[in-house]
């Protein structure tokens, strides 16, 4: 089992910034990626970005590449995402995912995450 907890969520403005963390603990040695999704009201959830947990590979969706940045800091079991220049299509909950297996070309797939986290609300107010 991995227990995962986000933090971070609020509320910004157009343009500010916001940097989520997911906290990951129990089995998280056989972690080989971890993974942040969005769900915005009446929408389903999309994919956001995702890294692999050894080599520090990074996938990203095309409607955030250049402005959201994830990483991961091993020595604490935690991922980052660091979101700027944020835009009101970016409001949506939050949701953190661990998987212990996927390929690369296989982390925007939810259905391969094992564990998710309860999600933090993102909102920006234009």
């Known amino acids: 089992q991995v227990q995962l907890v986000e933090s971070g969520g609020g509320l910004v403005q157009v343009g500010g910034s916001l940097r989520l963390s997911c906290a990951a603990s129990?089995?998280?040695?056989?972690?080989?990626?971890m993974g942040w999704f969005r769900q915005a009201p009446g929408k389903e959830r999309e994919f956001v970005a995702a890294?692999?947990?050894?080599?520090?590979?990074?996938k990203y969706a095309d409607s955030v590449k250049g402005r959201f940045t994830i990483s991961r800091d091993n020595a604490k079991n935690t991922a980052l995402l660091q979101m700027n220049s944020l835009k009101p299509e970016d409001t949506a909950v939050y949701y953190c995912?661990?998987?212990?297996?996927?390929?690369?070309?296989?982390?925007?797939?939810?259905?391969?995450?094992?564990?998710w986290g309860q999600g933090t609300q993102v909102t920006v107010s234009s």
């Open positions: 995912a661990a998987t212990y297996g996927g390929g690369w070309y296989s982390l925007p797939n939810s259905s391969i995450y094992d564990y």
């Open positions: 129990g089995r998280t040695f056989n972690v080989n990626a």
């Open positions: 890294i692999t947990w050894s080599g520090g590979r990074t």
